[in-house]
C-alpha cells in the first residue's frame, strides 16, 4: 500500500465532515489513536468516557469503571440505547474535517452512526491483553487501579450481553470497518493509523 504524505493531508480544513466512530477493548489505544488524530490533522474529538465522568461528578459519584458502566447502561435503558451517542453526534454536527465518537460500545450506538452518517467509519482497537493491563496500569487513572483477574472478570462482562442495551464491546469490534493492532511501538501505531486513513480519503 502507498504510505500517505501526512504534511501534505490538510483535513481540518476540509467542510464535509469525515466522521469516525471509535471502539475497542480498554488500554488497547484509543487514546493514542485520538491524540495522534488530533495532533497530526486536527481531529475534533467527543468522548462518551468524559460524557459519563462529567455527569457522575455532577451526582457526587465515584468515577471509577464499574460506576461509568452502570450509568451508561442505565441511561440506555431509561433514555434510548445511542442516546449519548445522539448527543455527542449533536454537539459535534458543524464540526468540519475529521470528527472523532469515542467510545462505541453497543450495536444500537452503531446503527445510530450509520443513520447520522452514512459514510461514517467504526474503527476498532486492540491489542494483547496482558499489554493493556500494564498500559492501563500505568496510565494511572481512577477506573484502572485494579488486579489482573478484575480487570478480566470487567472486560468480560462487557464483552457481549444478552440485554440488547448493555455494553457489548465484541460485538461492536466485530461490526467495524477495521481493526488497527496496537501490539508494537508508538511510531509503528501510528503508521498504521495513517495508511489506512489515507485510504479512505483518497
Request: aromatic share 8%; charged share 20%.
Amino acid at each position: 500500500m502507498k504510505q500517505p504524505d501526512t504534511e501534505n493531508i490538510s483535513l481540518g480544513e476540509f467542510s464535509q465532515q469525515i466522521l469516525l466512530g471509535v471502539t475497542g477493548t480498554n488500554g488497547a489505544g484509543k487514546g493514542v489513536f485520538v491524540a495522534y488524530l488530533k495532533e497530526q490533522y486536527g481531529a475534533s474529538h467527543y468522548s462518551v468516557r468524559n460524557y459519563l465522568v462529567q455527569s457522575l461528578k455532577e451526582k457526587g459519584l465515584p468515577t471509577d469503571r464499574p460506576a461509568m458502566h452502570s450509568l451508561a447502561n442505565s441511561i440506555r435503558n431509561n433514555q434510548h440505547g445511542a442516546f449519548i451517542i445522539e448527543a455527542l453526534c449533536k454537539q459535534a454536527q458543524q464540526d468540519p474535517g475529521i470528527v472523532i465518537i469515542e467510545s462505541i460500545r453497543n450495536p444500537l450506538e452503531i446503527d445510530f452512526l450509520k443513520q447520522w452518517n452514512a459514510k461514517s467509519k467504526l474503527v476498532a482497537i486492540d491489542a494483547p491483553q496482558e499489554l493493556r493491563y500494564q498500559r492501563a496500569i500505568d496510565r494511572s487513572s481512577s477506573t484502572d487501579a485494579i488486579d489482573f483477574e478484575t480487570f478480566q472478570a470487567q472486560e468480560a462482562s462487557e464483552w457481549i450481553n444478552d440485554d440488547p442495551k448493555a455494553q457489548q464491546v465484541g460485538v461492536c469490534m466485530q461490526r467495524a470497518d477495521i481493526t488497527l493492532m496496537n501490539a508494537k511501538g508508538l511510531r509503528d501505531f501510528q503508521q498504521k493509523i495513517d495508511a489506512w486513513l489515507y485510504s479512505v480519503i483518497s
